[in-house]
């Protein structure tokens, strides 16, 4: 049964995708049509249609069904969309098309940006909170920087809440979900006027979830991988004459998660250089087993740590817009302000408590940051000759993170015998006794950026348009960092500030190797942080055509040379061998796409292929690093290479009545290393092969929905939903090693939620059921090495379980 549903989602998602968005009101009752979709991609209103670039949009409504009101949730309805699950949010991230950034470092950003309101987040985690009252999110595929700018090589999320309307309304929902732990939802948004002129809406939300997974450790005891989340946005708009609004919106959230702890599922292997490379390592997963719950692959839910780990955050921000008519033309101005202050809390040892040979470690990492951005742009009145917009951009982000390390260590006591095979508590007698140590880095980047730009489309004829736009960018980042040890060094490299950079650099001058110098140097410390800097100057662009052969079909055909500003490998563990500044990514992206509008506008189908070459690609690569005396392979970030992506996607929205709709969509994409650049070389095992597909990159992945309406003539109806998604096999590390490879590699899986709804005709009260991952179909959302004795981390998301809700709704 489960493969015929699959097969059918993967089979019908090749002509799909979901192009939710909110539509105009229906004509007749008589005369469905899909009404127009409008979108603000290219900074003016447009219908969806006639935009020449590659666009998935889902409405505010989809976006409040999914199984998490968050970008998280959004990855279902956009097959090229992909999310990174991780332990906090400040390491979670988003991939289009194959391609994005994971980085535990502060001085990177993104490669897909996210806009509020149009407001470019500058951080990454700031886009993963709770979306409440959404109209709708446009997703644009591919390098967007002309108009976007800064972190949008791979493509932009433009998120746009609903604006207060001119009568007294508004909606609530509360939702109860049960079967994976509970979850609790409410909110509610109120539009007030103030004046014939000044209008208001505010909303609030709530949210509480248990968790997924079981802690058994004595001191927790209890279900984790939960969070509490609550938040208020509030947008006041004013017309200030004929020709122009003013538009101010403040929000706030607080989210307190004991999420997201790692899973160990994964059994250690030996090494592809051993006799028998892949096999599992039989001694030490015996050994942990003493110690941990079973390890169940995909199926484990169970974690055996003594400390809760989780995040705690804060965020707020104020945006002004402006929109005036200057003659015929129209003026923005886009002034904002955000601050964001996130604490991570991890256990890294994934163990209980301490034991000879494996040091309790945990983590605590406050971060804190605000950013100040202004944008301003004169747009054409459109429907000329040439139209056009251009303008200017400004922002300053400051991020400041304290990280500190904190290791109980013990080793056996004098005479003491050990049994074998068992982990030996530290607070056992035959242990000595126990020692601390911790590392603790303080560091900063102070980012600026600057640009400059326009695009214009010249309308050669009323079916034929030439498209043209350039972008001029400033960055300049600012970082300082200081790391400093207990004696012993058991928690963290050694020491490093001002004084050991500069001896490593004298000793490198004279001729000694990178790694023999780091260790030369590490005695030179003298408490001072080191400064350092970078900046770069880039003018990227966009050229296309665009044609229509008639109202219902157009065709385009686009190149994009794109670009994201210069980083650094800013992190706890930094070493001088990883402190030079990564180059600037650059792009070459080319894409051709149709868009098509059938049977009345019954039907859309849109189509697009796309190439597009990465140069200097912002990556983490395989590196091998010493903590502790112990020597693993890490993840460093660097510029990977060159890398390309290639494929096709295809949209589809199918309303052949006002009461059913068929939508959804697919793309297949082909991710890979072009040309790899390593970093300095440690072992042979640190070149990744070309050719090695890109991680978070499946070949395929599809999506279908399915609303229909029974109208039953009396005062109710019937709402019947099926929703379905479908992704191929995945890999998630970035390694020339195949044990590694393999153990990191997820299989393909498919999910089917589906749902019933009971209304009013007039939609003014809802309630439904809803059961997601119908099928209880088990899944990883993300694996990693090094868990204890060589064992494999999972991240095992919440929609890996079946699980049921009821929600009501109303509108008033």
Not at 287 to 309: C, E, F, H, W, Y
Not at 530 to 536: G, I, K, N, P, Q
Request: aromatic share 10%.
């Amino acid at each position: 049964m489960k493969f015929v549903l699959y097969s059918s989602v993967a089979a019908l998602a090749l002509a799909a995708s979901p192009v939710l968005a909110q539509q105009a009101p229906q004509a007749a009752a008589d005369a469905p049509e899909i009404g127009e979709i409008v979108v603000t991609a290219q900074l003016r209103t447009e219908r969806l249609q006639d935009v020449p670039v590659a666009i998935s949009v889902v409405s505010g409504e989809a976006v409040s069904n999914a199984s998490r009101s968050s970008l998280e949730g959004v990855t279902a309805l956009v097959p090229s969309l992909n999310f990174v699950k991780a332990g906090t949010s400040l390491n979670q991230t988003l991939f289009l098309r194959g391609l994005g950034t994971t980085s535990f470092s502060i001085a990177v950003e993104p490669s897909v940006s996210t806009v509020l309101d149009g407001v470019v987040l500058s951080r990454a985690a700031e886009a993963f909170s709770d979306l409440a009252d959404v109209a709708r999110l446009e997703v644009l595929r591919g390098p967007q920087g002309t108009l976007f700018g800064r972190n949008a090589s791979a493509g932009v999320i433009n998120i746009v809440s609903v604006m207060p309307g001119d009568t007294v309304g508004g909606n609530g929902e509360v939702a109860f979900f049960g079967g994976n732990g509970n979850e609790f939802r409410a909110r509610g948004s109120v539009d007030l006027p103030l004046s014939p002129t000044v209008r208001s809406r505010t909303t609030v939300f709530y949210n509480k979830y248990d968790g997924n997974i079981f802690n058994v450790a004595p001191n927790v005891n209890r279900r984790v991988n939960g969070f509490e989340h609550w938040g208020i946005r509030s947008i006041l708009q004013a017309d200030l004459g004929e020709n122009a609004k003013f538009t101010l919106i403040g929000d706030y959230h607080k989210n307190d998660d004991d999420c997201c702890a790692d899973v160990i599922g994964g059994p250690p292997l030996f090494a592809s250089t051993s006799a028998t490379p892949g096999a599992v390592n039989t001694t030490n997963l015996a050994l942990i087993q003493t110690v941990l719950p079973a390890l169940r692959g995909k199926d484990s839910r169970t974690i055996n740590q003594n400390l809760i780990t989780r995040t705690i955050e804060t965020g707020y921000g104020f945006s002004g817009q402006l929109d005036a008519g200057i003659g015929d033309h129209t003026l923005t101005s886009i002034t904002a302000y955000r601050n964001f202050a996130n604490n991570e809390i991890r256990d890294g040892d994934f163990y209980p408590q301490a034991y000879i040979g494996a040091p309790q470690s945990h983590d605590t990492g406050p971060q804190t940051g605000w950013s100040f951005s202004q944008e301003l742009r004169i747009a054409s009145p459109g429907k000329q000759f040439i139209d056009y917009v251009a303008g200017a951009y400004y922002a300053y982000t400051f991020t400041q993170r304290v990280f500190r390390r904190d290791n109980t260590l013990c080793a056996a006591a004098a005479g003491a015998t050990l049994p074998t095979g068992v982990l030996t508590p530290c607070s056992s007698p035959l242990a000595a006794p126990s020692t601390t140590a911790f590392g603790q880095a303080t560091y900063s980047n102070a980012a600026k950026n600057l640009a400059f730009f326009a695009q214009a489309t010249m309308n050669v004829s009323d079916s034929f348009r030439l498209i043209g736009g350039l972008r001029y960018t400033r960055d300049q980042l600012d970082e300082k960092f200081i790391r400093i040890t207990s004696p012993g060094n058991g928690a963290s490299q050694p020491p490093f500030d001002a004084g050991v950079w500069n001896r490593y650099l004298e000793l490198v001058a004279a001729g000694t190797a990178p790694t023999a110098a780091q260790s030369a140097a590490a005695a030179s410390t003298n408490g001072v942080p080191l400064t350092t800097a970078t900046s770069a100057n880039n003018v990227s662009g966009r050229a296309g055509l665009q044609y229509d052969f008639s109202r219902e079909v157009m065709g385009y055909a686009t190149y994009t040379r794109g670009y994201k500003g210069p980083a650094f490998n800013l992190f706890f563990n930094l070493q001088p061998t990883g402190l030079k500044a990564l180059e600037p990514e650059t792009s070459d992206a080319f894409e051709v796409g149709l868009k098509n509008s059938f049977m009345g506008g019954k039907l859309t189908v849109n189509v697009a292929g796309f190439y597009a070459k990465y140069h200097n690609f912002q990556a983490n690569n395989p590196d091998t690093l010493t903590v502790g005396g112990v020597t693993a392979t890490i993840a460093r970030f660097t510029n990977a290479g060159t890398v390309s992506t290639r494929g096709f996607e295809m949209d589809m929205t199918f309303r052949p009545t006002r009461d059913f709709t068929l939508s959804g969509g697919a793309a297949y994409t082909d991710a890979q290393i072009d040309q790899f650049n390593p970093p300095p070389v440690r072992t042979p095992n640190d070149i990744v092969p070309n050719g090695t597909t890109l991680p978070f990159a499946p070949k395929f992945k599809g999506s279908l929905n399915a609303d229909y309406r029974i109208r039953l003539g009396g005062p109710i109806d019937i709402g019947l939903n099926v929703q379905g998604t479908y992704q191929s096999r995945q890999s998630l590390f970035l390694t020339p090693d195949p044990v590694i490879r393999n153990a990191t590699t997820i299989a393909g899986y498919g999910i089917v939620n589906a749902g019933i709804t009971v209304m009013d005709q007039d939609d003014r009260y809802k309630l439904s059921f809803v059961v997601r991952n119908l099928f209880d179909t088990s899944y990883i959302a993300a694996i990693s090495t090094g868990g204890p004795s060589g064992a494999y981390r999972y991240q095992i998301p919440r929609d890996a379980d079946r699980y049921w809700g009821i929600i009501g709704r109303v509108n008033f």
